[in-house]
T-cell receptor, first 114, second 114 residues
């Protein structure tokens, strides 16, 4: 089974500063990678996903992520955050080797400070 | 298109009771997955249904069960509730069976077991 590690449980950052949320997964076999965002009292919303091809993936709301196979990482970045980016962010892996079951990290709480 | 809907949004039960949660996927989506979200464990996969058949199951006891109807609506049932079952239960739908397809999440059902 896969495991997904989000190294930072909480990340405070000032408005308009850049941010990176880190994600590592356990297996180097081919997987699909996702970042989701969860606002308070809501379900999860897809930010971006990596299936194949270019390792730099662009998503909604100005977010992007880079897939690094050798380091089994899929870090999420945004060059300039807004107050509205305050939310919980989840990294997820889908492993075709286990019937495409989704494995989620424990989440990173991003707080944007005005 | 209407999103994924879950009913009820909030539930309070006592230990030993059973509960049934309902999920209506996005129209045309045939896959429905269920997750349990708790502060300590994050999101944990319960099961996935596709075409009325359970295709994947997470590591949960047999007290957790589910089913999918011919219109793709899904229900999950938890019998003999325990305090530790208190959680946000999320349902997600996708066009096809797991993996590459984006999962669209509902707002969740907040279950409190007293």
């Amino acid at each position: 089974a896969q495991s997904v590690t989000q190294l930072d449980s909480q990340v405070p950052v000032f408005e308009e500063a850049p941010v990176e949320l880190r994600c590592n997964y356990s297996s180097s076999v081919s997987v699909y990678l996702f970042w989701y965002v969860q606002y308070p009292n809501q379900g999860l919303q897809l930010l971006l996903k990596y299936l194949s091809g270019s390792t730099l993936v662009k998503g909604i709301n100005g977010f992007e992520a880079e897939f690094n196979k050798s380091q089994t990482s899929f870090h999420l970045r945004k060059p300039s955050v807004h107050i509205s980016d305050t939310a919980e962010y989840f990294c997820a892996v889908s492993d075709p080797g286990t019937g495409n079951q989704f494995y989620f990290g424990t989440g990173t709480s991003l707080t944007v400070i005005p | 298109k209407a999103g994924v809907t879950q009913t009820p949004r909030y539930l309070i039960k006592t230990r030993g009771q059973q509960v049934t949660l309902s999920c209506s996927p996005i129209s045309g989506h045939r896959s429905v997955s269920w997750y349990q979200q708790t502060p300590g464990q994050g999101l944990q996969f319960l099961f996935e249904y596709f075409s009325e058949t359970q295709r994947n199951k997470g590591n949960f006891p047999g007290r957790f069960s589910g089913r999918q109807f011919s219109n793709s609506r899904s229900e999950m049932n938890v019998s003999t509730l325990e305090l530790g079952d208190s959680a946000l239960y999320l349902c997600a739908s996708s066009l096809a069976l797991g993996g590459r397809d984006t999962q669209y999440f509902g707002p969740g059902t907040r279950l409190t077991v007293l």
